[in-house]
């Protein structure tokens, strides 16, 4: 008797050994027999999974990006700039705005605007 498996059998076969965390926890929450293939595995796989890729960000995202007290300027503005690359249609101006307003200011009070 000669055993014989196709490539894509052995893809069907493996294809949850690759699997960790959530992607896992999907495979293990599908019905029995829903999958017969590689092919719809990958399918089933991909759909589901696209849903949860990084959406792109909206110039008002921008807004939200504040400056920690005691952060340097340097990180703040390291972690302004991953998401300036991440908006639709940037708008400069909406962008500089963020970034300023965003930048962590002292409060005043009344006695660091006296006179001496």
């Known amino acids: 008797m000669e055993a014989y498996v196709s490539f894509a059998g052995l893809l069907y076969k493996f294809f949850p050994t690759t699997l960790s965390g959530v992607a896992f926890i999907w495979y293990l929450s ?40 005691g952060e340097s300027v340097a990180i703040y503005l390291e972690k302004f700039q991953e998401p300036v690359l991440e908006v639709i249609d940037l708008e400069v101006f909406v962008a500089i705005n963020a970034l300023i307003n965003g930048m962590w200011t002292p409060k005043l009070n009344s006695n ?4 001496k």
């Open 30 to 69: 599908l019905p029995l027999g829903s999958i017969n293939t590689f092919a719809q595995s990958e399918a089933m796989f991909v759909s589901h999974f696209v849903a949860f890729k990084r959406q792109k960000k909206s110039n008002f995202h921008l807004l939200s990006i504040m400056q920690q007290v």
């Open 112 to 115: 660091s605007l006296r006179i």
